[in-house]
């Protein structure tokens, strides 16, 4: 297996624009993660799906915010409109049960100028 | 709510020699995880180690251990016979066993920024 796959890598847009990121889990992961990574605040969970049902969206900042997950190996996460503050690094993450440890993407580093 | 504190920002260690990451945590559950991730300049999230809070013998792997001491709520990271692959960000993390309130996602401490001298 690939492990997760996130895109893009990298990402720069300007203030206005909606951005969209995107993540393949593992095959059979069930629990999926989204995070996101910043100096200030560290790791903070944004929202966790469960067999591609939201459970816990309560880290999600703002309506600006929202995630999706249409089938088992695709979600996204986009912001719309983005702001300069939503600059991080976003990490997808699954694991197949919450007693195994969770496997991470590479992240996408996005930039809001 | 849970919280992880890792009050060392930064440490060095000369290459071969041993370094210990500190973590505490603040928790009133008693079945919980504890985990140790690696984060190189590539970014990605390595998992390191994990223990079991009912499990009361310290996680082992290769160079690797943990002290984890319950009562203290302590969850310390030794590292020995280091190494220049080594260097990088050490988070400590916390995920609840209590899986019937589902509250499955991992609390991160802020962590440690390792540097190895060689």
């Known amino acids: 297996d690939a492990g997760v796959i996130q895109s893009p890598r990298h990402e720069v847009t300007e203030m206005g624009q909606e951005v969209t990121l995107r993540c393949k889990p593992i095959?059979?992961?069930?629990?999926l993660f989204w995070y996101r990574q910043t100096m200030m605040r560290g790791l903070e969970l944004l929202i966790y799906?469960?067999?591609?049902?939201?459970?816990?969206d309560s880290g999600m900042p703002e309506d600006r915010f929202s995630a999706k997950m249409p089938n088992a190996s695709f979600s996204t996460l986009k912001i719309q409109p983005s702001e300069p503050r939503d600059s991080a690094v976003y990490f997808c993450?699954?694991?197949?049960?919450?007693?195994?440890?969770?496997?991470f993407g590479q992240g996408t580093r996005l930039t809001v100028v | 709510a849970q919280t992880v504190t890792q009050s060392q920002p930064e440490m060095s260690v000369q290459e071969a020699e041993t370094v210990t990451l500190s973590c505490t945590y603040d928790?009133?559950?008693?079945?919980?995880?504890l985990f140790w991730y690696k984060q190189p300049p590539s970014r990605q999230m390595i998992l390191v180690i994990r223990?079991?809070?009912?499990?009361?013998q310290n996680a082992t792997e290769n160079r690797f251990s943990v002290n984890f001491q319950k009562a203290a709520k302590s969850f310390s990271l030794k590292i020995s016979d280091s190494q220049l692959g080594d260097a990088a960000m050490y988070f400590c993390?916390?995920?609840?066993?209590?899986?019937?309130?589902?509250?499955?996602?991992?609390?991160f401490g802020k962590g440690t920024k390792l540097s190895v001298i060689p």
């Open positions: 799906f469960n067999n591609n049902v939201p459970i816990d």
């Open positions: 095959s059979g992961h069930d629990y």
């Open positions: 993390a916390y995920r609840s066993g209590d899986t019937l309130a589902g509250s499955y996602q991992l609390t």
């Open positions: 993450a699954c694991t197949v049960n919450p007693n195994t440890e969770a496997f």
């Open positions: 928790t009133s559950e008693s079945d919980y995880y």
């Open positions: 223990q079991e809070a009912y499990k009361q």
